[in-house]
């Protein structure tokens, strides 16, 4: 393949040669739009905060893991560091070169260097054109050939890179022609054959059979090791990424809530999601029995995140500063009566009006009393429900319960905002880790 094209001249801190992307406070936030009505009149009904406040570097030569579920965020910071997505803050330095903000024609001239492997191969492909045509194409984009021989040659050269040999048996197929893992290969070739520094390799083996998956992980460290490629590589299991990465970061609802060395991530993990998600890695031998005490509940709303630490109403050594508020109220009730006899459930449910319970992030809660139910006695019945399950992570939020006319008010402790802190050889976004965190309200 001919020599990469040189850092755009003029970029800032280019001396740093090992410093390849430098990323500080990037938020990508998308608009919801409402009712026909709403979106006519150009009203928005919120906010997903897809990606929130991320900071992180990348050394070329490195692999640098974004792991998380779905709905972390993590494919939508790969968009955003490409210029795929826009970001809404924040800053994504390449080689030096800002790229918030940047118009389409400099982001193009910066693509060149910075190519993405699609999730699903079988979308990736467009099922009209040969695969010549298809890996070819970039090199018509951004005109680095002219003429069909020599795309061909470059065509080929790419194919044979990525085990698609001989190219010739592939050149005039079409995807349908492929398998899965073939797809996959073509379009790995699609991405390298620009000569590119970095790879955001989004989920590039989750399409495909496990047979498969091995082969093009192996790949793809052949192509890093001859290409000298940098690879930002997205997914939600942490076992490939064991494998394949040099750095994990852990994704929880838009943030980092964990950084280090892969080995320090699986040794030693920090945060609670960190070690839920490790637990949560299925073991091939049968005659293990490990526990599987996954986090309880589902992925909040990114439009609506709980306050303080996103993590804190599955966590089971959440405490004071966690950040809880209303919501929280509502979890507990539903997971208590979620467990529970109907007629009791019916009975307790009919002394709260729990769509009622209104109160802004750290501000006391107020719980309406309903069916001719006062205050005091819905006083009674939480302190009956803290009397049954006193271990429950919630109670350590609670600062105080008053009993008002035909309501209860819950004060909490004044909370924290998490902020990713260094804990041994890793960075970690949890306050069991905070010094400033008040001594007496931690739980061990």
């Not at 609670?398 to 802190?421: C, S």
Request: charge should be neutral; glycine fraction near 8%.
């Amino acid at each position: 393949m001919p020599r990469r094209p040189e850092p755009i001249s003029g970029e800032p801190g280019a001396a740093n040669e090992r410093l390849l992307v430098s990323v500080r406070h990037l938020t990508t936030h998308y608009a919801i739009r409402g009712s026909f009505v709403d979106r006519l009149l150009g009203w928005e009904a919120g906010t997903v905060k897809a990606v929130e406040d991320v900071s992180f570097d990348l050394h070329r030569g490195e692999v640098l893991g974004i792991v998380g579920e779905s709905g972390s965020g993590k494919t939508t910071l790969g968009r955003t560091l490409l210029g795929l997505v826009p970001a809404t803050g924040g800053s994504a330095r390449f080689e030096g070169r800002e790229l918030v903000g940047l118009d389409e024609r400099t982001l193009r001239a910066c693509r060149r260097r910075m190519q993405i492997v699609f999730q699903d191969p079988h979308a990736a492909l467009n099922p009209a054109m040969t695969i010549e045509q298809s890996v070819g194409h970039p090199l018509r984009i951004h005109r680095l050939a002219s003429g069909r021989n020599e795309i061909r040659s470059r065509v080929a050269e790419a194919l044979n890179r990525v085990g698609l040999a001989p190219p010739e048996q592939f050149l005039e197929k079409y995807p349908s022609d492929l398998s899965g893992g073939q797809k996959q290969r073509a379009v790995i070739a699609r991405a390298i054959i620009l000569d590119p520094v970095l790879l955001v390799a989004d989920e590039p083996v989750s399409m495909l059979d496990m047979s498969v998956r091995s082969k093009i992980l192996t790949l793809m460290i052949e192509l890093k090791r001859n290409l000298d490629l940098t690879y930002l590589y997205i997914t939600h299991d942490l076992a490939t990424a064991k494998f394949f990465c040099d750095r994990i970061a852990i994704m929880y609802l838009g943030r980092i809530v964990e950084i280090g060395p892969s080995q320090a991530i699986y040794d030693e993990p920090k945060h609670p999601y960190t070690k839920a998600l490790l637990r949560a890695i299925p073991d091939p031998d049968p005659r293990h029995s490990l526990p599987r005490d996954l986090p309880r509940g589902e992925v909040p709303d990114a439009a609506r995140p709980p306050a303080g630490c996103a993590f804190h109403p599955r966590c089971p050594r959440a405490f004071a500063v966690c950040g809880w508020e209303a919501h929280d109220i509502m979890e507990l009730l539903e997971m208590r009566w979620s467990g529970m006899a109907e007629e009791q459930h019916q009975r307790e449910r009919a002394m709260i009006r729990v769509a009622e319970i209104r109160a802004g992030p750290g501000g006391p809660a107020r719980v309406p009393a309903a069916g001719g139910a006062d205050g005091s006695q819905l006083l009674a019945l939480f302190e009956r429900i803290r009397s049954e399950a006193p271990a429950e992570p919630f109670w350590t939020g609670v600062r105080a319960m008053h009993a008002g006319a035909g309501h209860v008010e819950i004060e909490w402790h004044q909370p924290l905002e998490p902020r990713l802190i260094p804990a041994g050889r890793v960075e970690v976004s949890c306050h069991l880790y905070n010094q400033a965190a008040p001594a007496g309200s931690l739980r061990t």
